[in-house]
């Protein structure tokens, strides 16, 4: 897509380092080229030129600025980013080290606001709530791989109290410490949902594939075969009120329950973004589902699937589409569903094969060659996860055949990033346009400035406003 010289020069205007990398800007005045998020003085509109790349800038005898490294961005480094990278992976090993957000702050070496600025944008958080999530991951594990007991893994891992481990754990996990360090030993396990979670949009996520092979939802019973690091296994779960029973036919229920609460999207501040929403003037974006999440996909593989398959075609198409791969290249099993395919299932494909399945020539190729880098090692999906979300995208975007949209919707689908937008998505603009009755449906620029005030829950916002104009489900 082109950019128009006015929409870069308001963006240079606007300082928007969202748009560092997408060109560059030449100030003939000065003689230099800088990103377009420079703090340098704001350069008139008519001395300025806009360059799609560095070299495009020098090749006109411009330099680089000293101010913004303009050359250090166009190949990768990034001091500030990986600063912070640093400082987390230190905060997800020694979490008992930062005794709370303010130490986290103080040793990043940046003053308080801008720390919450680099933590909102590249781990779409706060530090306080990374340093919680620190904590109870690296408790899980102590959980599972030592015997110590809860008082002195709930200190170690740097809880001031039994009873703050056990809450905070309870609510993103559903089910106690006790009861997680149990589920090695399980097959069966239940969770306990926060009060006024809707069900009733759980059970619409869990039976929207409308051509779904591999999952099925029959009243309160939802049955989905799944793939697990030990290979396929279907996963039962008894939908009720208050909780919810799961079971597991074969595999880790360890693996399970995180791919439940996946499903339940638990971990997500559901509450903080209704908050937000209200505080905005915005109480009917979340009316009568306050507590929705965004249920993930049940692995990342899945999520980009989902993602390659659903560009620039309508859902049942992309549902049909991906049942037929499913059926194709996924594991039948006795129940009659279809665990979903591995990456190497749809690595050994040939893009021709796909074709008689109404696969365009460009989405079989794009299919075939993400699965083909997985297997190959070159792309690793759950790394993913840990990766700052500014690095996962850069990854993501760089892999042929992903573009914003996709890599934003794997990204808060299946990685459970918090703050994205699949911009281009015809559902969200349309609702916008209806949620701030605008006269006509917002472009991509104005997508970005009106999502900016859900930010850091932006991917909530998303999933509200997929919903926002449908009917309540039953
Ligand atoms: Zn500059």
Redesign the pocket.
Known sequence: MRMTDATMYARVLAGDSAYNGRFFTGVLTTG?Y??PS?K?RKPRRENVRFFPTCESARESGLRA?K??H?DDFAHGADPVLESIESLVAEIRVSPAVFADARAVVHSSGFGQTRAFELFRKHYHTTPADLLVRARINRAKRQLLATRSGLLAIAGDVGFESLSVFHDQFRQRNGLTPAAYRDLSEARTFTITLPESYPLHYLRRALSRDIHSVSERLTGDAYVGAVQLSSGPAVLTLRLAPSVIHAEISAGSAVEAHSVVIGLLGLDQDAAAFARLAKKLGLARLVAGRAELRISQTTSVFDGVLWSIIGQQINFPFACLLKRRLFERTGTLLPNGLFAPPTPAAVAALDPSELLPLQFSRQKADYVIAIARLITQGQLDLESLRAMSATRAERTLLAIRGLGPWSVNYLMMRALGFADCVPYGDTSVTSNLQELFQLEERPDIEATRRLMAVFSPYRSLATNHLWQFKQTTPL
């Open positions: 230099i800088c990103l420079c340098a600025c101010k913004c303009p």
